[in-house]
């Protein structure tokens, strides 16, 4: 709440859906921060540091001298002044207000407008060419902080014990969590007229919002974050044990787990346990070389259904999971089981204490042949046992598959083991492991809380249960349907509830929410 | 379509030892235990003429290929090009001012003009030697005179071909390798010679790939009925840090002239084909305009595939000697191939002539073809049929490249059919045609080309010769269909 | 010195010139004295090309151990006393897609494009150097400086695109001529103009800044804290600006030397002994006296027709036709003309190391990035085609690397120089040799 940096893509498709997709943004955004789970969250304790102000100033400069290129400016400049060699105002300010408004998400200021104008009109008189001007101005507007940051604004509610989100701030939330993008008119005008001050008026954003195609791009940004995808930037495999992985795989196992999670939980509405267990998927050709299957050519992307003795089940069981978290050179049990329980479980790991000696599990060449036998030396001291009693026999259960996610079933000639047992109850392989996810109440409830999470920037461990309740049991009542967990939280009487600014600032709150 | 072989080791809940012991077992068991159908499929990642090498691996004489059983006196040398370039109209003096010229300070024209005198050393000046090589002499290229060679017994007679295999089976027809076993670029430990290099490296950069399938209805390991197809896939290779390509990946086969299947025999994954009259597969080659169907007369495929599912064999038959002379020498030109690859191209033309050993022509007799064999590797793969007909165009300077080459080829064919002189056609890479660029001595080369790459020539132009064959030839020149690429 | 900004919004810099006539001495010490030449802070930041053609030997060039103090190898020895302000990279790879491999020049472009070029000779984007001269090219006289050391006009691998590169300087004589002969600029006299670019910038600045009180109301204390921070970042951008605004430090203590006389210009081996180290001093004093923060200079052509006199074949022609010797595993011969490569690239590095500036020398304060056409001549293979980065770039590079490439795409290392150049880019290249991956283990 209160000031969130937009994230690498909720800038990029801003400035896509105010301008023009083919307006280049080129430039170098901060790697975010996991906090509770998910960089949306990291967006609250962001700031912009002076390297990253010139790097958005830079990539405002190119962005605002492509607007009034050559090319673009009939269609977006919208006016043409009098004089190309002169100063404007008219059209330096429809322009300005206009273009201000889409990326302030809300109104200019008087103040704000003028201060551009005058500026446009400066540099185009030195500069002897309106569309300088105006494209400098225009890049004052990107690097703004109020571009950059989403100011979520609370205003007292009605009856004036608490507060809730001011209008405009509520038309940005719900765009940002559901298309992954700036309020588009429709949203703004309803913002403006005051309609999404109003449940009903909420209530019809949100069914448009959500019976678009573009839900898609929104789900797909919060499972991106969920499923921390961006973790494949720093994933590397050695390439002698491993000669097959390339960057390629690693981007289209990306894409393999989205369409997965897309198609199950968008097209089909279906129950989203099932992540866990379902053995469809989309196959392109690099990942049908690590999963050892046919490639049909057909389309790009060709649906596939695993057989039951591929011993895969769902996305836990995905090239993205397996590789993302393993060594470069072996799997890990361990990284497996800590990154399933921490995504799908909520439960974090701490770290392992500083005076480990990792001698024994590292060693490949001793008597002790599998990981599983490595891991186990260490699972009887009672320091360790208390974290890998939990973490590992998640990830030994997925042993069938190495560092690439490639089904193998011998370790070192000896046959694999993957049993696992999990407070008592002893799984075998995926599928095993799948069921327990999917039958686990942890799961859609740590789902429930990331998807709050992620749409009002809070920290999921601070996040209580309570805030969402109604729409918890809606969606647990409904069949476990995200759709009807998303619409059911959002629409819910208190999603813009908000606490007030500090007592010193209430006084002069800017009540903007008419 | 299952493929047992891996499907059969998913069996988990085996206990270790008993499961290798099945799988033991299977591969020594004569009879099938499983009958089921199945399919294996492979790309092929190393391709090469099989060309023994017989030359003692830790013979230390730095410089020279060191002699052997193969080649007693070693890799052919170096060309003498003063001997090679002297004939009769050709003065001592003329040749010293060619081939060390005293006053030209670019070197790369001095290696022009000597190619330009290279390609001209027939009966008369104005023959271009390499279209008409049967109008200079037999130099003599020094052949092959061990006894062991790769390849097949094509003609199923043990009393000819002159070679026994490694196997020890006798008989073996490999005349190609008989006659130009000795070149330097060809000569070598399998898979180092510096040809093959550069061709697997061409194949495994994308400019061609090789793919083959196997099905049957037994075991992969044990299967009197298979079945092996082998044709061109538009689908790249994939290679790895290590150096082969990637298993498991998926590739289309295209049915088109470059495609056969034929029946095979497997035994304890042995595979060997029927001989067929004409086997159908892409060409080994360097370059996109040697690209297309190599076809083997009489030809057959062995393979054997590993436990670890790779394969290796070989691809043999009969082909066109006149069609290995061209492809050698029209790719680029035949004084590029003396220069860079050190053999007499008139004495190639003169040994594989003389070594021709199959295809006897209907009306004259004369032996048109010679025997010759491919070495193979080749990596786990799915080979899948593509949905409708594949539309793979060559990129438009690879069809001008690949329509010269074949227009060259066709007018040596006419020049050695008829026994008369073919003129040189214009656009014709012959003569080192750079030379008259640089007639200047200047640095600078004309056509915006930089430092006279010798591959990218202007397209042919219209020449009265050319009409001519264009119009003889029409029928046959438009069936002829340029390498279906990508 | 302060340049007010309000004076150049009422038209005052444009076309106009603005007089420093100051001695370089008092700039120099601008009461801060020495301090601010140790910190180097305004020492520019220099960026450069070398070319030469036909690879290296892998056999001999790749050092066998990798990471930061590599052992030297054969090949690389004329470079052991930089080693450590000198990275290998060994193992990239270009990666041609759908595109023919133009022999002898798909690899070069594909380095300093990050694209495999669709037509021979051309490239299909400007080269990696115009990109830089875009960000630090202004406020010298020259935008860029190319050079070839053999005497051929279109010896230049430097272009905005297409089939024009920007033409060289191909004597001594006359890149003498071009840098210190009429126009040139002495740094401690004459002439010097701010960039006015800066000066728009600031304005722009300002009027964000001007927004900053509204913006604090209505926050909470953290939020407040977090602001604040932005407007912060805001005062910082524009104390940089005003440094820009002031004339450059010459930190450098450098004589120009009189102008060299004729000298023979060929691709002989001897003659470029003689020709290479002048042309190196030249484009060094070029740098070091702001001429040019962006030069490149070319040894002879991607086919390299260097030659040792007597024998009859240029490096180019040995690639294809010397054999391999069967005990050594290489090409003798050609692996000579490499080497000889080498050392034409450690006269340029000695040039650029010897010349002292403010705490430092004029490579640290460079990024150079040697490169080639090829991996393996004789098979125009472009598997492992080796690059090399000099100098740390003002103390953004670490140097002194040998990273294994392990067959990831060559464009990964023009990313990494340009974002060590402060360009703000995030992925660079085409196909499948488009990466966000720089080489983050050298970046600082």
């Known amino acids: ?514 | 379509m299952t493929i047992v072989g891996r499907s059969m080791e998913r069996k988990s809940g085996y206990h270790k030892r008993r499961c290798l012991l099945l799988c033991t077992a299977l591969s020594l068991a004569p009879a099938p235990l499983m009958a089921a159908p199945w399919v294996r499929s492979f790309v092929v990642d190393k391709y090469e003429p099989a060309f023994y090498y017989g030359g003692r691996p830790g013979f230390e004489k730095s410089g020279i290929i060191e002699p052997g059983v193969d080649c007693p006196g070693g890799t052919l040398p170096m060309l003498d090009f003063a001997k090679v370039v002297k004939t009769p109209w050709r003065s001592d003096e003329e040749v010293a001012s060619w081939v060390k010229p005293a006053q030209v300070a670019d070197l790369e024209t001095v290696h022009y003009m000597q190619e330009r005198v290279l390609t001209y050393r027939s009966f008369r000046r104005d023959i271009v030697s390499y279209i008409n090589p049967f109008t200079a002499p037999d130099p003599g290229m020094p052949s092959v005179i061990g006894k062991i060679a790769e390849g097949f017994n094509l003609d199923g007679n043990v009393k000819t071909g002159g070679f026994a295999d490694t196997r020890g089976e006798k008989g073996i027809d490999n005349a190609y390798y008989r006659a130009l076993g000795c070149i330097g670029s060809f000569r070598g430990v399998p898979f180092t010679a510096a040809m093959s290099v550069r061709s697997t490296d061409k194949m495994l950069e994308g400019m061609y790939t090789m793919v083959i399938r196997l099905s049957g209805n037994k075991d992969p390991r044990n299967d009197d009925e298979a079945i092996l197809e082998i044709g061109y896939s538009p689908d790249r290779v994939n290679k790895q840090t290590d150096g082969r390509a990637s298993t498991s990946y998926s590739f289309r086969i295209v049915k088109n002239e470059q495609y056969s299947k034929v029946k095979a025999a497997i035994r304890n994954g042995v595979v060997e084909t029927e001989q067929v009259a004409e086997l159908h597969t892409p060409r080994f080659g360097w370059f996109p305009n040697q690209m297309g169907d190599a076809d083997f007369h009489q030809g057959r495929i062995r393979l054997e595939i590993g436990p670890d599912g790779f394969a290796s064999g070989l691809v043999g038959g009969y082909r066109d000697w006149r069609d290995l002379y061209s492809e050698d020498t029209f790719t680029q030109s035949g004084s590029t191939i003396e220069t860079r690859d050190h053999h007499d191209v008139i004495g190639m033309y003169y040994a594989l002539k003389r070594n021709a050993d199959g295809m006897p022509d209907p009306k004259t007799g004369e032996k048109m073809g010679i025997s010759i064999a491919y070495r193979v590797k080749a990596v786990p793969a799915y080979v899948v049929d593509p949905e409708g007909p594949l539309s793979a165009g060559l990129l438009a300077s690879d069809k001008r490249a690949t329509q010269k080459y074949q227009l060259m080829r066709k007018i040596f064919y006419k020049g050695i059919s008829t026994a008369t002189i073919q003129p040189n056609p214009k656009g014709s890479n012959e003569g080192a045609p750079q030379l008259r660029q640089r007639a200047d001595a200047s640095w600078t080369t004309s056509n915006g080309e930089r430092n006279g790459l010798r591959d990218s020539t202007p397209p042919i132009g219209p020449s009265t010769m050319l009409q001519q064959v264009n119009n003889e030839e029409a029928e046959r020149i438009s069936s002829v269909k340029p390498a279906s690429a990508r | 010195m302060v340049f007010d900004r309000r004076l150049l919004l009422r038209g005052a810099f444009q076309g106009s010139a603005v007089a420093m006539a100051l001695p370089l001495l008092d700039c120099f010490l601008d009461g801060n004295g020495q301090a601010l030449a140790d910190t180097g802070k305004r020492i520019p930041t220099r960026f450069g090309t070398y070319f030469w053609g036909c690879g290296l030997t892998k056999e001999l060039f790749v050092p066998k151990t990798i990471g930061a103090n590599y052992e030297a190898t054969q090949q690389l020895a004329s470079l052991e006393p930089y080693k450590k302000k000198i990275s290998v990279f060994s193992g990239l790879r270009a990666i041609v897609d759908d595109n023919p491999n133009f022999q002898h020049w798909t690899g070069l472009a594909a380095i300093t494009t990050g694209m495999s070029p669709t037509k021979a000779g051309e490239f299909d984007t400007q080269t990696i150097d115009q990109t830089i001269a875009d960000a630090i090219g202004h406020g010298t006289r020259f935008r860029s400086i190319e050079a070839t050391c053999s005497g051929n006009k279109n010896e230049s691998y430097s272009s905005l695109g297409g089939a024009n590169t920007n033409p060289p300087e191909i004597s001594p004589l006359g890149l003498y001529t071009r840098l210190f002969g009429p126009g040139f600029q002495d740094p401690s006299k004459g002439d010097w103009k701010p960039d006015p670019q800066v000066l728009v910038h600031q304005s722009m600045l300002s009027v964000v800044a001007d927004d900053r009180k509204r913006l604090m109301a209505n926050l909470s204390a953290s939020d407040k804290a977090r602001m604040e921070q932005y407007f912060t970042s805001v005062r910082e951008l524009e104390q940089s600006m005003e440094a820009a605004l002031q004339r450059p430090d010459v930190v450098a203590q450098v004589t120009i030397p009189a102008a060299p006389g004729e000298l023979p210009v060929s691709k002989s081996v001897p003659e470029l002994q003689k020709v290479v180290p002048l042309m190196s001093r030249l484009i060094a004093l070029g740098l070091a006296t702001n001429q040019t923060h962006v030069f490149n200079i070319a040894l002879a052509e991607p086919g390299s027709n260097i030659y040792m006199p007597g024998d009859s074949k240029p490096f180019h022609q040995q690639t294809h036709e010397e054999p391999i010797d069967p005990v050594l595993g290489y090409q003798p011969v050609s692996a000579n003309f490499s080497t000889h490569s080498m050392k034409f690239f450690a006269t340029l590095i000695k040039e650029l190391e010897d010349i002292k500036e403010g705490d430092g020398t004029l490579l640290d304060h460079s990024l150079v990035l040697a490169y080639t056409d090829t991996s393996f001549a004789k098979l125009h293979a472009l598997d492992g085609i080796p690059v090399l980065l000099a100098g740390s770039a003002n103390g953004k590079v670490k140097t002194g690397y040998h990273i294994a490439g392990e067959g990831s795409p060559v464009s990964r290392v023009g990313l990494t120089v340009q974002q060590a150049m402060g360009l703000s880019i995030d992925g660079w290249g085409k196909g499948s040799m488009a990466t966000k991956k720089a080489f983050t283990e050298i970046l600082a």
């Open chain 1, 1 to 514: 709440m209160g000031l969130r940096l937009l994230t690498e893509s909720e800038y990029r498709n801003s400035i896509r859906d105010i301008f023009s997709p083919d307006i280049l943004v080129q430039g170098r955004f901060d790697a975010g921060r996991r906090v509770g789970g998910l960089l949306a969250a990291s967006s609250t304790v962001l700031s912009v540091t002076p390297a990253s102000l010139e790097s958005f100033s830079k990539m405002a400069d190119g962005i605002a001298s492509q607007v009034v290129d050559q090319k673009h400016r009939e269609k977006l400049v919208g006016c043409a002044p009098k004089d190309a060699k002169a100063a404007d105002d008219a059209c330096a300010s429809a322009f300005l207000a206009r273009y201000g408004r889409l990326l302030f998400r809300r109104p200019l200021t008087s103040d704000e407008l003028k201060s551009r104008v005058k500026l446009a009109a400066d540099l185009a008189k030195s500069n002897q060419d309106f569309y300088a001007g105006l494209s400098d101005s225009l890049a004052t507007l990107l690097y703004s902080p109020t571009f950059l940051f989403r100011h979520e604004i609370a205003v007292p509610a009605a009856g004036g014990k608490t507060y809730t989100l001011d209008n405009y701030s509520r038309a940005a939330r719900l765009s940002f969590m559901l298309w992954d993008t700036t309020p588009d008119a429709d949203l703004l005008k309803a913002a403006e007229s005051g309609r999404l001050n109003t449940a009903t008026g909420v209530a019809e954003q949100v069914d448009r919002l959500m019976s678009s195609p573009r839900l898609e791009t929104g789900m797909r940004a919060f499972f991106a974050d969920m499923l921390q995808l961006d973790t494949f930037s720093n994933t590397t495999k050695d390439s002698i044990i491993y000669p097959k992985y390339n960057a390629q795989i690693a981007a289209a196992a990306q894409e393999e787990t989205l369409r997965t999670v897309m198609d199950l939980s968008l097209k089909s509405n279906d129950d989203i346990r099932n992540l866990m267990t379902t053995q469809k998927t989309y196959i392109s050709r690099v990942l049908a070389s690590i999963y050892d299957v046919p490639y049909t050519f057909h389309d790009e992307w060709m649906p596939y259904e695993f057989p039951q003795s591929a011993g895969r089940s769902g996305i836990v069981s995905q090239v993205s999971t397996l590789s993302m978290f393993s060594h470069p050179g072996r799997s890990s049990p361990t990284e497996r089981g800590v990154a399933i329980m921490d995504i799908f479980l909520c439960e974090p790991t701490p770290l392992p204490p500083a005076n480990v000696d990792f001698s024994i599990v590292n060693n490949t060449n001793g008597p002790l042949k599998t990981v599983r036998e490595r891991l186990m030396a260490h699972a009887t001291t009672p320091t360790c046992a208390s974290c890998h009693t939990h973490s590992d026999p998640i990830g030994l259960t997925l042993e069938h598959f190495d560092s690439t996610g490639a089904h193998r079933l011998y370790e070192n000639g000896q046959l694999i083991d993957v049993s696992g047992t999990i407070q008592g109850k002893t799984f075998q392989g995926a599928q095993g492991l799948g069921r327990y996810l999917h039958d686990n109440p942890k799961f859609p409830a740590c789902l429930a809380r990331k998807l709050y999470s992620y749409g009002v920037g809070a920290n999921s461990e601070d996040v209580s249960p309570a805030t969402y309740k109604a729409a918890y049991k809606a969606f647990v009542d409904g069949g476990y349907r995200l759709r009807t967990l998303l619409k059911s939280m959002v629409t819910s009487p208190d999603y813009f509830d908000t606490v007030p600014p500090s007592a010193a600032d209430t006084k002069t709150a800017m009540n903007i929410a008419k």
